[in-house]
């Protein structure tokens, strides 16, 4: 069974920095792109940082380019989202997902994990 975890959420104020995690089973790297997803109050999901290890693809939206970076140990099944230079913008639900195909697009992902909330105070 595919089970995604993320984890990691909480306050931080404008300009600080935070990790999310995202623990990962009954699937590997290997067979599975992972993307992170955002979720603000009263907007669309949108895709934020995807990594996938099979091609060496990335996916990043423009909002987070420089400032949120994507990696993954595998060992440990988990992929992370560092996210520096917060903005308050950058307040919302986090989500992680696991994708065939990868990309940026919300309609591609078959598995997702519960959210982790972050918030941005200014």
């Known amino acids: 069974e595919v089970q995604l975890q993320a984890s990691g959420g909480g306050l931080v104020q404008a300009g600080g920095s935070l990790i999310l995690s995202c623990a990962a089973s009954?699937?590997?790297?290997?067979?599975?792109?992972v993307g992170w997803f955002r979720q603000a109050p009263g907007k669309e999901r949108e895709g934020v940082l995807c990594?996938?290890?099979?091609?060496?693809?990335?996916y990043s939206a423009d909002s987070v380019k420089g400032r949120f970076t994507v990696s993954s140990d595998n060992a440990k099944n988990t992929v992370y989202l560092r996210m520096n230079m917060l903005k308050p913008e950058d307040t919302a639900i986090y989500y992680c997902?696991?994708?065939?195909?990868?990309?940026?697009?919300?309609?591609?992902?078959?598995?997702w994990g519960q959210g982790t909330l972050v918030t941005v105070s200014s």
């Open positions: 009954g699937f590997t790297f290997d067979d599975y792109a």
């Open positions: 997902a696991a994708s065939r195909t990868g990309g940026g697009a919300s309609s591609a992902y078959d598995y």
């Open positions: 990594i996938s290890s099979r091609d060496g693809n990335a």
